[in-house]
């Protein structure tokens, strides 16, 4: 059911650590044209540092682990590419259409390639507002076995919820060089973790303890705080005014994030942008750095 690109099937056949990277923060998570430079720039990062990128992706009803040139360009330009989760997977296949990938998507196809290392920007969670909205990332990190790299949740989301509800669904978070829960945007969100590391050979010690002690069906969480985080004041100016808007255009469904996100990046002038496109570069070299430690 797998395509691989040629750089992911030769990284397979020599045993070479593999990162996955999703393709969701692609189609609809980064604004045209500088969605596909950052998108190629992330994967150099990845050689840079060691290992191999497979950025994952539906291509007419087919999976890919790893795109070549001409298909990054399609993830990131063609109109008909929608955002699918895990669930869509197989309506995908049936009727042959493209899609990106969400985490809950991007992971559950890494663990079928058998790659254990993903990175991503924030993840999903429990959104704010009085409507019923979690993120299916949630119940996919419970029952994917790979690291996910990212930095925190993303902010315009509930994260006192999405904490507890990562409890409850017993995925275990650490904190990259850090005690605080990173922010997405912001360095820190306000909640603590009890779990710090301070290297990739600390995640991967961890890693390869759980099946000693039987909890090796979900993910690991390594939460890696951005350096230069987004001027607070024009963050928390962004959240509010951004969620009145989506509740004005009565935006619902899988189109909450995206269209947050592009309010953000959008009314802050790209500064948000430059600080999405930071958190993923430094996740990045981060899962390489981990995929290795592995
Ligand atoms: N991280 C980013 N930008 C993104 C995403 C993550 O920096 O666009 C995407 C991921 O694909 C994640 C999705 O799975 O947002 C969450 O969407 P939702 O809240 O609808 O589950
Ligand atoms: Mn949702």
């Not at 959104?127 to 902010?155: M, N, Q, W, Y």
């Not at 360095?187 to 600390?202: L, P």
């Not at 790209?270 to 999405?276: P, R, T």
């Not at 570069?281 to 750095?289: G, I, P, Q």
């Amino acid at each position: 059911m797998i395509k691989y690109s040629k750089e992911v099937a030769k990284a397979i056949a020599e045993k070479k650590p593999i990162v996955a990277l999703e393709s969701t923060i692609i189609s609809h998570g980064l604004p045209r044209p500088r969605n596909l430079t950052v998108a190629q720039e992330v994967e150099a990062i990845v050689r840079e540092t060691g290992a191999t990128p497979a950025t994952i992706a539906i291509l007419d009803g087919v999976i890919h682990v790893g795109l070549e040139e001409d298909q990054l360009d399609r993830i990131a330009n063609e109109d008909g590419v929608v955002k699918a989760s895990t669930r869509d997977l197989a309506i995908l296949a049936a009727t042959k259409k493209s899609a990106a990938t969400t985490v809950a998507a991007t992971a559950h196809i890494a663990a079928m390639a058998r790659i254990s290392v993903f990175a991503t920007g924030g993840l999903g969670g429990v959104h704010r507002g009085d409507g019923f909205d979690e993120s299916a990332d949630l119940r996919g990190l419970s029952i994917t076995p790979v690291v996910i790299v990212c930095a925190g949740v993303k902010s315009i989301l509930n994260v006192e919820a999405t904490l507890e509800r990562l409890e409850t669904l017993a995925v275990p978070v650490l904190g990259y060089k850090t005690n605080k829960f990173p922010g997405f945007y912001l360095t820190e969100s306000g909640f603590d973790i009890e779990h710090r590391v301070d290297s990739a050979t600390d995640i991967a010690a961890i890693w390869n303890q759980r099946k000693n002690v039987n909890t090796s069906e979900s993910a690991v969480i390594v939460t890696n705080p951005v350096k230069v985080e987004l001027d607070r004041a024009l963050h928390d100016k962004l959240l509010t005014n951004g969620l009145a808007e989506a509740d004005a255009h009565h935006i619902t469904g899988k189109a909450v994030t995206p269209f947050l996100l592009e309010y953000f990046h959008r009314v802050s002038d790209g500064k948000s942008l430059d600080v999405n496109v930071e958190i993923i570069k430094s996740n990045s070299r981060l899962a390489a750095e981990i995929a290795i430690a592995l």
